[in-house]
């Protein structure tokens, strides 16, 4: 049984679904004190940005033409300069987008997760963010970009928690989000010689990418120092980056959190579902002109219906998202092997110690352990009783409904360490692996280290989700630990800083581990029974 990134996938999309009606809300988060206007220079034009607590903030810059009509489902193309000084004040629409799944998240999970967003959306969605301590000021300051997660059919880089200011500040760093095509509009596989092959917002990212190297020094930063991360479906985009040949050479680190993907869709897969769009709108395979002239909102409302047809398995089978096409994505970015592509680049790559509290918060408390053997076939398939037996025996006293959550977490997790197992076998650039087990006491304490909790610690932005973190002031101590350990890695590919004990590279002979929670400590292949059960069926 080959699992490849069973699971992660469908979670991702979950996450995505549950959070969708309250992301497009209203654009606030860290307001924006502008304390002067200040201008930098791109290739397509100078933009006018805003001065805010010492940092220079610009928001929704172009890194691309449109992409709807004749270019739906096309290359990225080039923005179009402009004259004069453009504002760059406002962020850029999201991509448009719909739920996914519907409300797969409980919804005091989501109240407490979900930061304001720009309401806007457009397929026209090609822009940057930028936050920098200088611009054009001769510094060369290392570049952290930043791919948004969501799975890969929702989601933003203009999320309120995923504001710039504090890390920017906190490290001396240039901090770069984007948007970019996502669901149909992103990875629809039309199979044409001239169209993406299923990959159009996997390129609209390396365009970005090619944005910076060739603009951001006007900003501050280091063109030569660019380092890529992302959480869950942002995780994911960094791994399949690395894998990506145009994209070799634009970034030179990479930070994979809580999303590694091993295996991307295969293309007979992904014609069939692509198929199934085509049924749903009443079109010919393979006609996509005709699929280029429909109005958006058809696409999306064919898009959530192909979705919901797939919803019925953790299978990573799902409809658009990434395909190992031959071409853009030569084959599966980490399997059999770490691609030699970005072999030189070092990687630091981990997860959260409870992921799964995020997505079954809401199953109820009562269920059995039948219950629970059950639902681990859609995460084992054949394998549920093994793998229930091993949880069931190392956790004798728990509900059935946290021996699921521990399986799922576990599962989560097994993905990350393959990556990491293969990227060491390169031998080429050093690995550093860290497991984040810090418990948010919102929620009665029930969500433990949870799926995207990090975040706000990484950005250093725990004061903006007291909802999610908590009010404790012992979370700055974290959220100091965790963006400077990001920043160091980002400066030097060496996350080692004051604030942590000495921290080794990865080997599969120690298997060094940084387990981020206070005092952060480090342990040598923690959990290692279920990190081999899950390899052990990851490589059947």
Request: net charge neutral.
């Amino acid at each position: 049984m080959r699992f490849g990134s069973r699971l992660i996938g469908m979670l991702v999309l979950l996450l995505a679904s549950g959070c969708a009606h309250k992301l497009a809300t209203e654009n606030k988060g860290r307001e924006l004190k502008n304390e002067g206007p200040v201008i930098a220079d791109t290739k397509s034009g100078q933009v006018r940005g805003a001065l805010s607590e010492g940092i220079r903030v610009f928001k929704g810059i172009p890194y691309g033409g449109p992409t709807s009509g004749k270019n739906r489902f096309m290359p990225p193309v080039p923005a179009e300069p402009w004259s004069g000084v453009r504002d760059a004040l406002e962020y850029g629409p999201r991509c448009a987008q719909r739920s996914a799944i519907g409300t797969a998240v409980a919804r005091e999970v989501v109240a407490a997760l979900v930061t304001p967003d720009n309401p806007a959306i457009s397929e026209d969605c090609l822009f940057v963010n930028v936050w920098t301590p200088g611009v054009a000021d001769g510094s060369k300051r290392p570049v952290m970009v930043w791919i948004h997660g969501g799975g890969f059919v929702e989601g933003s880089g203009s999320a309120a928690l995923y504001d710039g200011t504090a890390l920017a500040r906190r490290g001396d760093v240039v901090v770069v989000t984007l948007n970019h095509r996502l669901g149909a509009l992103g990875y629809l596989y039309t199979g044409g010689a001239n169209t993406t092959s299923g990959n159009a917002g996997m390129l609209d990212i390396v365009a970005a990418l090619q944005w910076v190297r060739d603009n951001i020094a006007a900003f501050g930063g280091d063109p030569g120092n660019v380092t890529i991360f992302g959480e869950s479906g942002g995780g994911m985009k960094v791994t399949l980056v690395m894998a990506m040949p145009e994209a070799k050479g634009l970034f030179h680190k990479a930070i994979s959190q809580s999303g590694a993907l091993v295996r991307a869709l295969q293309p007979e897969q992904a014609a069939a579902q692509a198929g199934q769009l085509m049924s749903e709108l009443g079109l010919k395979s393979g006609d996509l002109e005709a699929l280029q002239n429909l109005p958006v909102e058809k696409v999306l409302d064919a898009q959530s219906v192909v979705l919901k047809k797939n919803q019925g398995t953790f299978t990573f089978n799902s409809p658009f998202t990434p395909v190992a096409d031959g071409r853009v994505l030569p084959g599966n970015p980490f399997d059999p092997a770490a691609p030699t592509l970005s072999a030189d680049v070092p990687l630091l790559i981990g997860s959260n110690r409870d992921e799964m509290t995020l997505f079954l918060y809401g199953l109820p408390g009562f269920m059995t352990d039948g219950m629970a053997r059950s639902g681990m076939g859609r995460l084992a398939g054949d394998a549920k009783d093994q793998v229930f037996e091993h949880y069931r025996g190392r956790m004798p006293e728990v509900s059935a409904k946290d021996v699921l959550i521990s399986a799922g977490s576990d599962m989560f997790r097994a993905s990350s360490l393959l990556v990491a197992d293969r990227k060491v076998a390169q031998g080429s650039a050093p690995v550093y692996v860290y497991l984040f087990t810090w418990e948010t006491p919102v929620l009665e304490g029930r969500l433990k280290a949870t799926h995207a909790l990090d975040i706000p610690f990484v950005f250093d932005n725990a004061d903006l989700v007291p909802s999610f973190t908590g009010k404790d002031p012992e979370r700055f101590k974290l959220a100091e630990q965790m963006s400077s350990t990001w920043v160091a890695f980002a400066r030097t590919g060496n996350p080692n800083h004051p604030g942590l004990p000495e921290w080794p590279a990865y080997t599969t002979e120690q298997r060094a581990t940084l387990i981020f929670d206070l005092p952060p400590r480090i342990e040598n292949d923690p959990r290692r029974e279920e990190r081999v059960l899950w390899h052990s069926l990851f490589t059947k």
